[in-house]
Each structure stands twice: as C-alpha cells, then as structure tokens.
C-alpha cells in the first residue's frame, strides 16, 4: 500500500526484491546482447509483486503522463520529455517503445533504486490504445494525451468504435483533478473529451485550411457522427478522417483547439508531426510549462528510431518513415511525394507486432508512389503482397516506375542505395518490425 509518494514498510522488502531481480535480470540481457531489456525484467517482477504498477507509479511526485493513440504516441512522448527536462525535471519514460503492461514497469524500475524508490518529478509512458483502460486505475495519471483512433491491427484490437467507448468509460471513473488532451480534429476522440464531465479537458488540432487534402481518403474510419451516427460535413479534411467537421443532423461539432497552430513550427517533417507537437505542446502548457521554453525545444529536437529518423550509410541520406497501418502509411507517402527524391523501399513483415493481417495495404492509396515515378524496392516477409498492390496500382507501372523485389532485406538495401543518386535520399517505409531490421542492418545494432 502507498500512503501519499511513502510506501509502508511491510510492501517494500516485496517491491525491493521484485526491482532488484528485474534489475539484475537487465544487467544480464544487455551485457549479452541480447536486446533492451524493456519487457522481460517487467515480466518477472510483475510475477513477485503483482502490484508493481501502481506501487512504482503513486512514488512519481508530480504525476504520471500516459500518451494514448494509434499513431504518434512515441514521437509525442519524446517531444514531452524534451520540454519538461528542458524545465529540469526528472522524467521516467518508456523510451524503447514497449508500451504494454510489462514494458510500462520495466521503465518505471530503470528509475527506480534497488529497493524500488523512484525519484522522479513525472513519468511519462506511451501506452497501447488496447491496454489503456486496464492500466488506468493503477496508475491514476495525472494527464492523458488522447491522439487519435485509426484502424490498426484489426485481428487484435477490433474497430475503432469499440475501443474509444472502453476509454470513455475508464476515463470517466478518474479524479476531477485529472486532465485530458484531446485531438479536436478526430471526431471520435472529440466527442470523447465532451462526454466527460468530471474531468479538466482541452483540445488540440489544426487550423490551415491551406492544408486540407483535396478529397477525403479511401483510407478513413470515422467520418460518421460519434452522437447520432448521421454522416459529418467536412469543411476540409487534413487526414484519413482528421479536420473541422459538423453533424447537420445532431449538431456535434468540433471542439476550438486551445493552441493556434497556424502559429507554430512542427518537429520533423510531415503533417503529422504537426499534430504530435500540437499534442505535447498544449499537455506542457497545461503542466504550466511557458510557451518560450516549449518552442525553444522544437529546433533541437531529435527523433526517435525509425520516426523520420536519418541516417547517413555510406555517403548517402537514408530517412526512415515507419507505416504500420493505411492512415500512417498515406501520410508518409505524402512526404515523400512531396519530396524530389525518387528511391523508395517498402518493407512489410506481418509478425506479431506488426499485425499478421496485411490486407489493411490495399487501403493505402499506393496510386500516388507508383504514377509519380521512380525506382521502388519492395522486401519483407510478405514482400510479394506488396508487390502486388503496387501493380494493381498502375495498370502499366512499368511505363512510370522501376519495380524490383528482393526478399533478402540486406540485399534489397544494397539495392535500393545503388539506386539512389548522392544528392538524393533514399526513403524507407517499413512497418515495425521491419523498421528494427533495417536498423540493425544499417547501424549493426539491435534495438528489441
């Protein structure tokens, strides 16, 4: 039991035992090299004291922060972090990613001392859009940072429907105190923060019509009222079924983001990146964090793996855009598009982590990659799958683009570099697992 940031002496030989061996177990995977260590020392200690999370979470002095969405919640975390260690705070943060339970207490123990006391003035931990509703009565955090909702591993997860009513409901069996950023330009994720009466919430969004797609995507979930089910007007539409949008029936409407973004730089490139500032920025106003120190943070900040992340492999640039899912995925089409860079490599694994349902790729709007022209390398356990949508894309792909397929992904790699002239960049679209490989291929170094 935890009495205010003390926990009583007859839980700690218990928590004190479960962090020393979780550490011991750490210390163990890494000077082996056999990966991060950021799920199994999680699991073990979980298994000594089932109580863990809550135990090591209520120590956090200022507050747990949980960052919750399909997309963004690393490249959010990050930023975040950024900002508040700007401040000089001391953040525990899930930095590798691993957002389920195990991994949540596993980045809270890297904080912790060997007899499980946590020194840190926030914690903050992206969490699963799965999972956040279990987690949330043991850690009673402080802020959540509401992304957004796309479809996304549809064989584990369910439709985007069922999982934001399981958030409306655990979130609104928190404190009043409790804050909630919400993304305004998601209507479901908005009708979410109007349902919630209790608790303080505040919207993010954009506000640059001059951004607007020119049509809503095939690659879209929500465009339905979340009130009355009645189709949405859109004014304009950002992505997927993102944008400034009313109900002519019901009369729901979009909620006035707290932040004019049409006055603010973004981190990395991509309009969606914009959002993911958006996001941090109004969770660190809302942590009384000033707007000077926010911004000062957006010029120095740096990526985390894979997220737009560049590298430079012999001589030449290489950006890595992880696509997971259709919206994701688009997105990042649309930035290399845009881009007068013409090597691309798509690499799609369809292991456990990435979803071993694939046929989410004949949402993506591959159309705009194959007609602008170019090479294009395809690689991956399911390389053919996307070779094969890439044909369907063109009814003559080889009168626009170069298409090649290599299922050895080191090869494929060599390949797509030869392919890429030195004052070009060489663009990677892998889904996640596949963007550990590329990693481990390019930098010689795994990241588990």
Known sequence: ?????????????????????????????????????????????????????????????????????????????LFLRDILERQGFRVAHNSTGANLENGLMTALMES??????????????????????????????????????????????????????????????????????????????????????????????????????????HAVD?????????????????????GEYTCPSCGFTRNQPTIDSSRWPQILIGLYNKYNT??????????GIEEATIRDAIPNFQPAFGR??????????????LSKNPVGTNETIRVVTQSHHKTTLLVLNDRIQDGEDVSWIWDVDTEKLVQRGGTLIVSGDRAYDMALRLRYSDPAPQNTCKLIVQENLQQAINTALEHTPDHETLHILPTYTAMLDVREVLTGRKIR
């Open 1 to 77: 039991m935890v009495v205010g940031n003390k926990i009583q002496f007859k839980d700690k030989l218990r928590l004190g035992l479960a962090v020393s061996i979780a550490k011991s177990v750490t210390l163990m995977v890494r000077s082996l090299n056999l990966g991060a260590a950021s799920v199994l020392p999680g699991a073990i200690a979980r298994r000594i004291e089932p109580r863990l999370l809550p135990l090591l979470s209520q120590q956090v002095k200022n507050g747990v922060i949980l960052v919750a969405g399909t997309n963004g919640k690393t490249t959010t975390s």
């Open 278 to 287: 958006l996001a941090a920025a109004t969770a660190a106003m809302e942590l």
């Open 308 to 321: 737009a992340e560049e590298l430079n492999i012999n001589g030449k640039q290489v950006r890595i855009l």
């Open 112 to 217: 912790a001392n060997l007899v499980g006391s946590l020194d840190v003035d926030y914690a903050i931990l992206e969490v699963d859009e799965n999972i956040l509703p279990r987690v949330l009565a043991p850690i009673q955090p402080k802020l959540i940072v509401c992304l957004n909702l796309f479809r996304d591993q549809l064989d584990r997860y369910g439709e985007v429907d069922t999982i934001s009513k399981r958030w409306g409901s655990a979130i609104a069996t928190l404190p009043p105190e409790t804050i909630i950023v919400a993304n305004a330009d998601d209507p479901t994720i908005c009708y979410l923060g109007q349902q919630l009466s209790q608790q303080r919430v505040t919207f993010f969004g954009l506000n640059e019509p001059e951004n607007y797609l020119e049509s809503i995507p």
């Open 222 to 242: 929500s465009i339905y009222c979340p009130s009355c089910g009645h189709a949405l007007d859109y004014k304009g539409v950002y992505l997927s079924h993102m």
